[in-house]
Nanobody, 119 residues
């Protein structure tokens, strides 16, 4: 199983980006999916998560600016980021709970994508 992120880059303050993360490989079922971010010297922190039924959870600092969504048919989770601030600069990681056989659920991580908000 592999998670591959895309969509990061350099954007000016106030701008927008959309991150995508697609899971591939031997997937029986995808469960919760989410996005974390990390800056050097700090712990990785949850940005947003989404359940299989679409229930979402956000870090307070991104409420009303970021939107997480998923396309179960494409095994893909998205993070739409608007009104970006310099403090949103980080490496963003996708994570997903996946079962390969219907019995055991494991947690997987993507390789990370850099988001830089700067003028």
């Amino acid at each position: 199983v592999q998670l591959v992120e895309s969509g990061g880059g350099l954007v000016q303050p106030g701008g927008s980006l959309r991150l995508s993360c697609t899971a591939s490989g031997s997937i029986f079922r995808l469960y919760n999916m989410g996005w974390y971010r990390q800056v050097p010297g700090k712990q990785r922190e949850l940005v947003a998560s989404i359940t299989t039924s679409g229930r979402t959870n956000y870090q307070d600092s991104v409420l009303a600016r970021f939107t997480i969504s998923r396309d179960n048919a494409k095994n893909t989770v998205y993070l739409k980021m608007e009104s970006l601030k310099p403090e949103d600069t980080a490496v963003y990681y996708c994570t997903a709970d996946i079962s390969e056989n219907g019995y055991v659920r494991s947690n997987y991580w993507g390789q990370g994508t850099q988001v830089t908000v700067s003028s």
